[in-house]
């Protein structure tokens, strides 16, 4: 687990850095846009926001890292199995939903429709916080502090299930515009929450991060092709 005793200051300041990011990107637009410029600010805001914080969390957690490689290594097999098996069906779950909210009438987030286009148009920039950056940052929020901080270091199944649904909340939520928060809007992230339901099983299970890393960098790509 990323939350231990002797990590809960690091993860409280590295949760708190985060937060405070996101809600600064997500409520000054303007400010960004007027510092730096339209086109710089939608280039480079993603590569910059997620590759600091990749850095930063490595920096911060390279002994624990260094664990869960080691750990991974020792464990290979059973994790890509856990990892193969979340996978499949994190896009079974993914493709199904899409489908129902397409049936609905309700598309993509307007967050997630900003990405896909910022992808197409930015390539390098938005392709490494989407499938490298971004998917370890984020499952460090998710699974290693927010999961870990309901879950505790000894939970019964009932607290474990909570957490993994809260995390999945979360990671949905982060995906939608909190400018315009709509309940259209938060149906449309529903993938992203069955995405964060798998992404937390893979955690409780394999008790390693890069489980649920690989596998939202497996997704991420995907959706990239």
């Given at each position: 687990m990323i939350l231990t005793k002797e990590n809960r200051l690091r993860c409280l300041i590295s949760l708190l850095v985060f937060i405070a990011l996101h809600v600064f990107i997500g409520t000054q637009p303007e400010l960004i846009v007027k510092i730096f410029g339209y086109e710089n600010a939608i280039k480079y805001i993603d590569f910059v926001f997620y590759g600091g914080l990749f850095i930063f969390y490595i920096i911060v957690f390279r002994k624990t890292l260094w664990n869960c490689i080691k750990d991974f290594k020792d464990n290979s097999k059973k994790y890509i199995y856990i990892i193969a098996i979340c996978t499949f069906i994190a896009l079974v779950l993914?493709?199904?939903?899409?489908?129902?909210?397409?049936?609905?009438?309700?598309?993509?987030?307007?967050?997630?429709?900003?990405?896909?286009?910022?992808?197409?148009?930015?390539?390098?920039?938005?392709?490494?916080?989407?499938?490298l950056f971004g998917p370890l940052v984020e499952e460090f929020v998710h699974r290693g502090f927010v999961l870990g901080a309901l879950k505790g270091e000894k939970s019964g199944k009932v607290r474990t299930v909570i957490?993994?649904?809260?995390?999945?909340?979360?990671?949905?939520?982060?995906?939608?515009?909190?400018?315009?928060?709509?309940?259209?809007?938060?149906?449309?992230?529903?993938?992203?929450?069955?995405?964060?339901?798998?992404?937390?099983?893979?955690?409780?299970?394999?008790?390693?991060?890069?489980?649920?890393?690989?596998?939202?960098?497996?997704?991420?790509?995907?959706?990239?092709?």
């Open positions: 993914i493709i199904a939903a899409a489908i129902i909210l397409d049936i609905c009438g309700i598309g993509e987030s307007a967050n997630q429709e900003g990405v896909d286009n910022a992808i197409e148009n930015y390539g390098i920039f938005m392709i490494l916080p989407a499938c957490a993994i649904i809260v995390g999945a909340v979360l990671f949905g939520m982060i995906h939608c515009d909190i400018n315009n928060l709509s309940v259209t809007d938060i149906l449309s992230v529903i993938p992203q929450m069955l995405m964060g339901l798998m992404f937390g099983i893979a955690y409780v299970l394999s008790d390693n991060i890069f489980c649920p890393i690989a596998i939202h960098m497996v997704i991420n790509i995907i959706a990239t092709i």
